[in-house]
């Protein structure tokens, strides 16, 4: 079964750090391109940042541009997000997703930014 | 403000065809695929449309979607309760660096 799994979503100090995991599984990860999405509480979708498969292309939302970093582990079969300066508009269910047509989407993990 | 323009909410009773509409610009509808994507509460989104008019596997024909210039549509036919969702459009815009944008979302009622 095709599946992805957040982890490391928790609550956080203003100008925090925190370090986002998604696994996957059931699928080749090494070939596959992802994304961060991330929702707050009663809004709509917000796209965060994008992976490519080798790593090659990146791509950021100007809200997170300079403070979040994507990466990938095509070994670990695994996606990340270091967040740091996290501020109160940061909080939010972050969603991974897979391919650019985000066919696959995790459940996602609650990061909660506040003092 | 989204980069990208949905109806806040739509409805519609069983049985009914809905339209909810994404409305955008050249640099990301006119120049790019359109997805939509269901999200139920307090689940995670689930792709409907790829590629402006494609249904992955599993999802009934009664979904599709079309594009046409800067705008692009979700049509819902032999609406069912369980239709009843929040309803996301999203495509990549290429202007500045580039980023994906999603729509504000429409919530849909089935009365």
């Known amino acids: 079964e095709v599946q992805l799994v957040e982890s490391g979503g928790g609550l956080v100090q203003p100008g925090g750090s925190l370090r986002l995991s998604c696994a996957s599984s059931?699928?080749?990860?090494?070939?596959?391109?992802m994304n961060w999405v991330r929702q707050a509480p009663g809004k709509g979708l917000e796209w965060v940042s994008y992976i490519t498969s080798s790593s090659s292309s990146i791509y950021y939302a100007d809200s997170v541009k300079g403070r979040f970093t994507i990466s990938r582990d095509n070994a670990k079969n695994s996606l990340y997000l270091q967040m740091d300066g996290l501020r109160a508009d940061d909080t939010a269910v972050y969603f991974c997703a897979r391919l650019v047509a985000m066919d696959v989407w995790g459940q996602g993990t609650t990061v909660t930014v506040s003092s | 403000q989204s980069v990208l323009t949905q109806p806040p909410s739509a409805s519609g009773t069983p049985g009914q065809r809905v339209t909810i509409s994404c409305s955008g610009s050249?640099?990301?509808?006119?120049?790019?695929?359109v997805y939509w994507y269901q999200q139920l509460p307090g689940t995670a989104p689930k792709l409907l449309i790829y590629?402006?008019?494609l249904r992955p596997s599993g999802v009934p024909d009664r979904f599709s979607g079309s594009k046409s210039g800067t705008s692009a549509s979700l049509a819902i036919s032999g609406l069912r309760s369980e239709d009843e969702s929040d309803y996301y459009c999203g495509t990549w815009d290429s202007s500045q660096s580039g980023s994906w944008v999603f729509g504000g979302g429409t919530k849909l009622t089935v009365l």
């Open positions: 590629m402006n008019n």
């Open positions: 050249s640099s990301n509808i006119g120049s790019s695929y």
């Open positions: 059931g699928f080749n990860f090494n070939n596959y391109s």
